[in-house]
């Protein structure tokens, strides 16, 4: 996922937000729900949403501008605390604890210019997706999924597992089923390509989208208690989807 925040351990970023569609509609690079009396997002979606479609597009400088309007800026009003176990070997644990006062995260805000400093690592794009979900002509919410590419280290040169590199949902639409059908389309995508796994990054600053990752079916798989430099308070949490 893309960040503002400065790794140690690969060139890159990543990012979170709320956080699936389902199959791809004929001639067309847009995901639609099979029950249409759900609405184009499929179950569990505000059914006020009902015109909303998930378009498949290239990661271009063009979309990635257009796609740096959704905001992912979130509040959070508390922090997973990272204990070790017996110096790491009896592994950690995770304790939610309230914050004294809640904290506004901007990845954008870390570093700019957002999603567009994706281009400045000189990696071959080509095979990345940006799903794009459009609630008319507005965009609602948006993810980038990345696959094995040269010079980008995220993946440790799987070539079996994709990467949800960046996803993000507008504060209206949130808490409302996009994120959801923005996971099941990065599913899908990386399914129809012979994947069998999808690499999800978040941070124990973001509880919510913690807990998000997990109810979709994600499970933690990596602690790295030491990977932000500028932000060096915070713990990136790798999770990882069976597809």
């Not at 996922?1 to 569609?21: I, K, P, Q, V, Y």
């Not at 309230?98 to 999603?115: K, S, Y």
């Not at 923005?182 to 690499?199: D, F, N, P, Q």
Request: charged share 25%; aromatic share 10%.
């Amino acid at each position: 996922m893309l960040s503002g925040r400065r790794r140690c351990t690969r060139c890159g970023w990543n990012r979170c937000a709320d956080g699936a569609a389902y199959g791809k509609v004929p001639g067309r690079d847009s995901f639609l729900c099979p029950t249409p009396r759900l609405g184009n997002l499929g179950y569990g979606v505000d059914k006020l949403l009902m015109d909303i479609t998930i378009d498949a597009l290239p990661v271009t400088r063009e979309n990635l501008e257009g796609y740096s309007t959704i905001p992912i800026a979130f509040t959070a009003t508390s922090v997973l605390r990272v204990d070790e176990v017996d110096g790491g070997l009896g592994g950690f644990t995770l304790t939610e604890e309230p914050l004294p006062e809640p904290v506004l995260h901007d990845g954008d805000a870390l570093e700019p210019p957002g999603p567009l400093h994706l281009l400045d690592f000189g990696w071959d794009l080509s095979r990345w997706v940006m799903l794009c979900a459009f609630d008319g002509e507005r965009r609602a919410a948006g993810a980038v999924v990345a696959v094995h590419t040269e010079g980008m280290w995220f993946l440790r040169g799987r070539t079996d597992t994709s990467a949800l590199w960046d996803i993000r949902v507008g504060y209206d639409y949130r808490r409302r089923g996009v994120g959801r059908a923005l996971i099941e389309a990065a599913v899908t995508w990386s399914r129809a390509r012979g994947l069998v796994r999808m690499k999800i990054e978040t941070q124990n600053t973001n509880v919510t989208a913690c807990r998000f990752y997990q109810a979709m079916g994600a499970r933690l798989g990596g602690v790295e208690r030491f990977a932000y430099t500028n932000v060096p308070d915070e713990v990136e949490l790798d999770w990882y989807l069976d597809l």
